[in-house]
């Protein structure tokens, strides 16, 4: 099995939680990791190498091939760079990881516009950045895997996080896309919605869960992702723990006319559009 044995991959966010995992998980199983991190605080504030450097010294103590970035993911520049430390050590890249996040939580009512930018900026500008510095290396070689790090928030919604959960729907929106565009250059581009106890949600994972909620738990899954074995495009899978599910949007059978409803008519079919029995994966009429 080739698995990731030899790839080059960056992974932003990479100095802690889940992407320490990540990246000691890709490091174990042959590959050479970019391991980025601006090392800030959990909203964004802040900057430090230690963290990227700790990780690094895990991977290379353990006879791993690692190397630390500390760019800010949320700029071109840094997008840029990120890949570019990949390119300067290993001389290619094959796979990014889009895992860096902040969080900025508010209801909606209270939210500032500038909450809402910083969270988009990190996580969905973030996936951009790197993704597209990436993208024609992947291009060019015929072979890419991206992975970004979705949520449950962004999926199902949940309170105070209008930003983050608009921003983690972003980036299903962009690996629907990215699924399009590479599947002839062989690059695919799927979404973990992780559940893991990390510093992002030590005020929200109850003390009785945390056990079951190692991090370490998320990683066998982005690592299969992004394995060349594995060529399914634009899946949603669940990694809550232990638990790993795919996550899909369903369309229901509705209701056909063959002229333009009135209000009436849309009232009176409404348990019908509403009703998801013999519901079948969504997709994209255009497409
Ligand atoms: P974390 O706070 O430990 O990790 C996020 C990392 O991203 C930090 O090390 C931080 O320094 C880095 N980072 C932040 N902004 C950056 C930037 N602009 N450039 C480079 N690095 C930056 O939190 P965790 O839980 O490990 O989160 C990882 C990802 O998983 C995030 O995208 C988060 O939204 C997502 N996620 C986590 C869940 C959980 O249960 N922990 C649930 C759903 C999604």
Redesign the pocket.
């Known amino acids: 099995m080739a698995g990731v044995k030899g790839r080059v991959v960056v992974i ?10 990540h990246a000691k998980l890709f490091a174990q199983q042959g590959a050479r990791v970019v391991v ?7 909203d ?1 504030s802040g900057f430090g190498s230690d ?1 990227a450097d700790a990780v690094v010294s895990e991977i290379t103590d353990a006879g791993g091939e690692a190397v630390a970035n ?6 071109v520049d ?1 997008g840029q760079r ?1 890949v570019a430390a990949a390119l300067d050590a290993f001389g290619q890249v094959d796979i990014v990881v ?6 900025r939580d508010k209801s909606f009512h209270k939210m500032t516009p500038e909450q809402w930018d910083a969270v988009l ?3 969905l500008y ?1 996936a951009f950045n790197v993704t597209r510095a990436a993208w024609p290396h992947l291009r060019a070689q015929q072979f890419g895997r991206v992975v970004v ?5 962004g999926l199902f919604g949940n309170f105070g996080q209008a930003n ?1 959960g608009a921003a ?1 729907m972003g980036m299903v929106g962009l690996i629907n896309t990215l699924a399009v565009e590479g599947a002839r250059f062989n690059i695919t581009a799927n979404a973990v ?9 030590a005020d ?2 109850p003390d009785d869960a945390r056990m079951d ?1 190692d ?1 370490a738990y ?1 990683s066998p899954i982005v690592v299969h992702l992004c394995s060349e074995e594995c060529t399914d495009t634009g899946v949603i899978t669940l990694a ?1 723990g232990g638990h790993y599910a795919r996550i899909a949007y369903m369309q229901a059978v509705g209701v056909q006319f063959d002229h333009v409803p009135s209000v009436e008519e849309i009232g009176v079919a409404w348990d019908e559009i509403m009703d998801l029995t013999d519901s079948a994966m969504g997709r994209n009429p255009l497409a």
């Open positions: 932003t966010g990479a100095g802690g939680g889940l992407g320490r995992q980025n991190d601006l090392g800030g605080n959990r964004g963290m500390y760019d800010d993911v949320s700029t840094g990120a889009n895992n860096a996040g902040i969080l900026k990190v996580h973030g790090t979705t949520s449950t928030s983050y983690k919605a992780p559940l893991a106890d990390t510093r992002m949600t929200v994972i909620l991090p998320a809550s």
